[in-house]
């Protein structure tokens, strides 16, 4: 009777490429391997040195695949880590660099801004969807970082409604020349929002992301 077989080299082949494929776990490779073994020809073996490079092939894929498990763990570690620490700005007076404004209601919405050197400032005003709200020009302004707050006003004097705005601000010095200028935002940390996997520290409605800020005070008005 005749005995079907595999051919050891070409199985030997197909199981180190197989091997090399990331979507191919450790029980999967074990498995292909056993299924070798039992089908190999038993008139020619696979010999030593094909088995013992194919153990160590599933002993890399082995560590690979704890490595990659403790990386998981650690990662998630950090991340509660990093979350604990930020829920600790909860309260606090910050300040990010970023363009958007919190107005909420009955309140004039703060922002600042970090200039190079002394320059005419602008701002303007614009809402979520990008309409231009407002523009003010808030004159010659010394080398340095500056408070400023937007009153919550549209261009006709009316009461805008509470809820996100964002601000543009530009510079330029006697000769109309453009200097650079930062614009930095700031207020209370009133929460955090979990987003996507991200955490953003919250003043009022608006999501600052924390790697932006670059200020932190217990004070008002910082």
Same mark, same amino acid.
Do not use: C
């Given at each position: 009777?005749?005995?079907?077989?595999?051919?050891?080299?070409?199985?030997?082949?197909?199981?180190?490429?197989?091997?090399?494929?990331?979507?191919?776990?450790?029980?999967?490779?074990?498995?292909?391997?056993?299924?070798?073994?039992?089908?190999?020809?038993?008139?020619?073996?696979?010999?030593?040195?094909?088995?013992?490079?194919?153990?160590?092939?599933?002993?890399?894929?082995?560590?690979?695949?704890?490595?990659?498990?403790?990386?998981?763990?650690?990662?998630?570690?950090?991340?509660?880590?990093?979350?604990?620490?930020?829920?600790?700005?909860? #309260?606090?007076?910050?300040? %990010?660099?970023?363009?958007?404004?919190?107005?909420? !209601?009955?309140?004039?919405? +703060?922002? =600042?801004? @970090?200039?190079?050197?002394?320059?005419?400032?602008?701002?303007?005003?614009?809402?979520?969807?990008?309409?231009?709200?407002?523009?003010?020009?808030?004159?010659?302004?010394?080398?340095?970082?500056?408070?400023?707050?937007?009153?919550?006003?549209?261009?006709? #004097?009316?009461?805008?409604? %509470?809820?996100?705005?964002?601000?543009?601000?530009? !510079?330029?010095?006697?000769? +109309?020349? =453009?200097? @650079?200028?930062?614009?930095?935002?700031?207020?209370?940390?009133?929460?955090?929002?979990?987003?996507?996997?991200?955490?953003?520290?919250?003043?009022?409605?608006?999501?600052?992301?924390?790697?932006?800020?670059?200020?932190?005070?217990?004070?008002?008005?910082?």
């Amino acid at each position: 009777m005749q005995i079907s077989s595999v051919d050891n080299s070409s199985a030997a082949s197909a199981l180190s490429g197989v091997a090399a494929n990331q979507d191919l776990d450790k029980e999967a490779f074990l498995q292909l391997l056993v299924t070798q073994l039992k089908n190999q020809d038993p008139l020619s073996p696979m010999n030593n040195t094909e088995f013992v490079a194919q153990l160590a092939q599933f002993s890399s894929l082995e560590q690979l695949s704890n490595m990659n498990s403790s990386l998981q763990s650690s990662a998630l570690v950090t991340q509660s880590m990093n979350n604990s620490v930020i829920a600790g700005l909860i #309260g606090k007076n910050i300040r %990010a660099a970023d363009n958007k404004l919190n107005l909420q !209601a009955g309140s004039p919405a +703060g922002f =600042a801004y @970090q200039i190079k050197k002394g320059a005419n400032v602008q701002v303007e005003i614009y809402s979520d969807t990008g309409a231009s709200i407002r523009k003010i020009n808030l004159g010659s302004q010394s080398e340095g970082l500056h408070n400023s707050v937007w009153d919550g006003k549209n261009s006709s #004097g009316q009461d805008m409604p %509470a809820g996100e705005y964002y601000f543009r601000i530009s !510079a330029s010095d006697a000769e +109309g020349n =453009a200097v @650079q200028i930062n614009p930095i935002v700031e207020g209370k940390v009133t929460g955090i929002r979990f987003v996507d996997g991200r955490t953003y520290v919250m003043l009022g409605d608006t999501e600052i992301d924390p790697s932006n800020i670059i200020d932190i005070s217990d004070i008002d008005g910082i």
